[in-house]
């Protein structure tokens, strides 16, 4: 048996909470049932013997201090919309409590997981220090300047990096739980939960990610995206975005990484990846014309671009097909 910790704190959402305990218990389900469960899990809180969700919902749960961490610990998301709402969670009294009580849990050899927002409890307690990661992928930027020695990969759905776990967006803390089941339920147990629940196998935020989105607000990276966007026929030089843009090469590559988490060659492949996406979606375009549009240079390329990223063909988003419609085809391995 797995004997998990759930850490919630207010404002998490309950969407976050019911996607993981339903994922742990329709892999108890299908695990048959024997004298005890394969997952033990329990609800845990700073502060308080219950903890107020979002909407309104409140739910019972252990007080934080009291608690002697289990062998597995997941925090999930603390229920901050944006990249200012994330910084003033995190600050907070309660949150605080939590990145100290996940730090003193991973010194004591727990295995800790965390989804979302939760990510950057396990940021502020120095967990990501030296480990890859990766987090909502629109809050991605945010979280490599808060935590600049960890490596974080906004495409990723999940990372497993030396015993530390982290997820993607909301929904990705599905695929969190589902990873940890195989992890400790072996991969039969894993697959058979996701049929069970028809969960798809999703690889890569790719799909979603919005470069535009990701510089919201940040006024110099929105001009580096249309100075690309209006030049993706032809090989772009930071140089020469630097030179248009007024500003050194070093600057504005440092406002990349710290902006989006990516490096300034990711960032722009990663518009030319969308703009390719969208001509895919909504055209009959042959791929070697929408390669040429988007300065690759040629449909192999282009098709290898895309799986990469998204774990699927091109085709797969022909007509305007949504990345989920079909399942993803292989299992994660993140």
């Known amino acids: 048996m797995t004997a998990i910790d759930i850490l919630v704190l207010n404002t998490t959402g309950a969407a ?61 998301g603390i229920g901050a919309p944006g990249p200012e709402a994330v910084e003033r969670r995190v600050d907070a009294d309660d949150a605080r409590a939590a990145s100290r009580w996940l730090g003193q849990a991973h010194r004591r050899g727990a295995e800790v997981a965390a989804g979302c927002t939760g990510v950057f409890l396990l940021g502020e307690a120095g967990i990501l220090d030296g480990r890859a990661c990766t987090t909502t992928w629109w809050l991605a930027g945010v979280l490599a300047r808060r935590c600049p020695r960890a490596v974080v990969r906004a495409d990723e759905i999940v990372v497993h990096d030396r015993g530390v776990w982290t997820a993607g967006a909301v929904v990705s803390q599905l695929d969190l739980a589902l990873a940890l089941i195989a992890r400790h339920g072996g991969e039969p147990l894993a697959a058979e939960t996701r049929r069970r629940l028809a969960a798809p196998t999703r690889l890569s935020q790719a799909p979603y990610i919005s470069a535009v989105a990701m510089a919201a607000g940040e006024e110099d990276i929105s001009k580096l995206e249309a100075y690309l966007a209006c030049r993706l026929e032809a090989p772009v030089a930071l140089a020469d975005a630097a030179r248009a843009l007024g ?32 001509l895919i979606e909504s055209t009959r375009m042959p791929l070697a014309e929408v390669a040429a549009r988007v300065g690759l240079a040629d ?36």
């Open 247 to 278: 500003a050194s090469q070093r600057t504005l590559a440092r406002r990349v990484r710290a902006v989006t988490g990516l490096s300034p060659s990711r960032f722009i492949q990663k518009i030319r990846l969308n703009a390719a996406l969208r």
């Open 299 to 334: 449909a192999a390329v282009l098709h290898r671009l895309v799986v990469r990223h998204t774990g699927l063909a091109p085709g797969h988003f022909r007509g305007g097909r949504s990345p989920n419609s079909e399942g993803m085809g292989r299992a994660i391995v993140e």
């Open 16 to 76: 976050a909470l019911g996607l993981v305990l339903d994922a742990f218990d329709a892999a108890d389900n299908v695990a048959g049932s024997g004298p005890s469960k394969m997952f033990d899990w329990r609800v845990l809180t700073p502060g308080s013997d219950h903890v107020e969700l979002k909407h309104g919902l409140t739910l019972p749960a252990q007080p934080l201090a009291a608690a002697r961490p289990r062998e597995l610990v997941i925090a999930l």
